[in-house]
Structure formats: C-alpha cells, structure tokens
C-alpha cells in the first residue's frame, strides 16, 4: 500500500471516530431507545373493608412505572372509602391524585378502617374529589392521549357503570383485577377452587367487566392468595419511617383490632390486592397462562374455551422475589413529593 493510500485510510478511520464521539456527545441518536414512559393508572377499590386495599395502594404510589392519576372507591360507601383515599394521599404527599367517590349503593356507613378518619375533613383535601367518581374515570379514559390502565380490586359495579355509560372506554383502556380463582381455591386449596369475593359479591358486573373488549389480565386467587409477609420482611415494613409504610401500619393497625386479628405483631393479612398492582408494570414472577374464563351466576370463574381469553397468573415463578420488591419498595424512603398547589 503506498503512503498516499495509507494516509486516505487514517483520515477516514479518524472521521469516522469523531462522528461516533458526536453522537455520543452531541445530537441525540435517533435510534436510541428512550426511556420507558410512565403507564397512567386508574385504581379502583373497595379500601377500606379488608386491609390489602390500603398495601395496594401504599404499594401503586411507590412505583415508579406507575402514573396514579385517579382514585375510586367501589362497592358502596362512597364517602368512607374516599376519605380513606384523600387522608392516605394527602400523607404521601400526593395531592395531585385526584378523588373519585364511587357509585352510592350498598353497603353504606363505614368500616373497619373507620377511626382513622373518623375526624378528617374531605373537603378539606388539597386536590380534587369528584362526587361522581364514575364519570371522572370515563372522562380521563376519553380524553387520554396515552391508554390508561384500570387496575381494580373490588367487585366492580363502577367499571360495568362506566362500560354501560361509555362502552367505547374499552378501547381506550385496558384491565388489571383482583378476580376469580382458576385451579386454587381461598388458603392454598388445590382440591376445590373458590367463589372469590371480588367475583361472588357481584357476578353480573364481573362478567360485563371481564368481557368487555379491552386487554385483560387478573390475578385469581391461585397467585394473590399465598402472599402474605413474615418474619424480616414484615417488621421491615412494620418498622419503617417512610410516610407510606406508616400510614399502612396505622390502618392494618386499626385494622386489625376492629378484626380481632391477633396477627399483628408478626405478620401481615393476606396481600392480595398488591399482585393486581404488580401485574399492571411486570408479570415475570409468574406464570401466565392464556385461558378463556367464564363467570357464572354463583361467582366461580370458569375455564371455557369458549369464552373470552384473557391473562391469568396461575401460578408464582418466585412468589419470595415478589415480596422482596413489596417490601423495598414500601421502604425506601421519601421521594420528592408532588403536591398540587
């Protein structure tokens, strides 16, 4: 090679080292892959009878994948259940969720979780609280420009509501529930499958809900039934200063005298709730399974190939890699508040 060649060679080695130095320290590549973008979320929950509700919703705030853009009390109690949401929010410093009372129907008064706010103010809330809770759910759907995901964890007469009033939010949504049970019943049973409360409580809208023309995926009871936490990793939580693992403890508290739960000191109730919240960002510490379910008149929820498919979490991968994550993320400290003015 002659000297002239050699020196045509450096020269566009050496540009092609400043082109790559530029796009490293210069234009954004086109082709770089952006960071993920938050997943808009919807909660729809019946907080405030069993204690799961309140660790979901502790759990929904402390994750980053996750937009928490509206809340709604389901199953009755519309004024209870919302102050639970607005005291709990208002703690976490999260104002800038809006408050959304649910449809006025049976059961009515309070709960469980009732000395809790047995002296908050709801109108004394810093953000926005809809009286009609179901249409602010179909308002923020419609005008989305992002599909929003509903991640509900009651029986869902606000869901079939807000289907019947605007079917088209079907389209522009997907689910995440706490419903049913597939092959494993309440305790762990392999032997019987169960009439799953969220499901049993009301058939009818579990079935409008579930069949409706949206993606959907539920954690049965065959996933979010074993998960409870013990030993180390309760007293982590149980312990902890953060203001969201503090406001769970306080109502699991209350929770649990208004119960008789003598379980306190060691261990949390049952967490179902919280896989409907995981569910919603990641899914690989389960298995899942593409199974048509039927719901029937009774609240069981039925294989049918025949009916509509859906996501299920039949089973657990690392049911103690789950728990890991639940327990960090509840306790790992203050995070910059936003805080609508």
């Known amino acids: 090679m002659g000297i002239e060649s050699s020196a045509l060679k450096c020269t566009i080695v050496f540009a ?56 709604v009390g389901d199953q009755g109690k519309a ?47 810093g953000g926005t609280v809809h009286k009609d809770g179901v249409q602010a759910m179909i308002d923020m759907i419609m005008r989305s420009k992002t599909p929003i995901t509903v991640i509900a964890v009651g029986p869902l007469p606000n869901v079939a509501e807000a289907l019947k009033r605007e079917p088209r939010i079907a389209t522009k949504a997907r689910f995440v529930g706490m419903h049913g049970s597939v092959r494993v019943g309440y305790g762990g049973n392999k032997k019987r499958i169960s009439a799953e409360y969220n499901v049993r409580a009301n058939p009818r809208a579990c079935r409008k809900v579930l069949s409706a023309p949206w993606d959907v995926t539920i954690t049965p009871l065959d996933t979010c039934g074993l998960v409870h936490l013990r030993d180390k990793k309760y007293q982590k939580v149980r312990q902890s200063s953060d203001p969201v693992a503090s406001a769970i403890i306080e109502n699991y508290r ?80 203050a995070k910059r508040t936003k805080t609508r003015e």
């Open 79 to 125: 004024l209870y259940r919302a102050k639970l949401f607005a005291k709990f929010l208002q703690r976490a410093g999260r104002t800038d969720v809006a408050v959304g009372m649910g449809l006025d129907i049976a059961p009515k008064g309070g709960g469980p979780q009732a000395d809790w706010v047995k002296d908050y103010d709801l109108s004394g809330y």
């Open 254 to 333: 209350i929770w649990s005298k208004h119960k008789k739960a003598n379980y306190f000191a060691k261990r949390s109730s049952t967490l179902f709730d919280t896989v409907a919240v995981y569910l919603a960002f990641r899914q690989d510490l389960c298995r899942m399974e593409d199974l048509g379910i039927r719901v029937d008149d009774k609240g069981y929820t039925r294989i049918d190939a025949k009916a509509k498919v859906m996501h299920v979490a039949t089973a657990w991968k690392d049911m103690g890699a789950f728990e890991d994550l639940l327990v960090a993320r509840l306790t790992r400290g």
């Open 16 to 71: 092609c080292i400043v082109s790559a130095c530029a796009g490293l320290h210069g234009a954004p590549d086109a082709t770089a892959p952006k960071p993920a973008q938050k997943i808009p979320v919807i909660y729809d929950s019946d907080i405030g009878d069993d204690i799961d509700d309140t660790w979901a919703l502790g759990f929904l705030l402390k994750c980053p994948e996750l937009d928490l853009k509206l809340v």
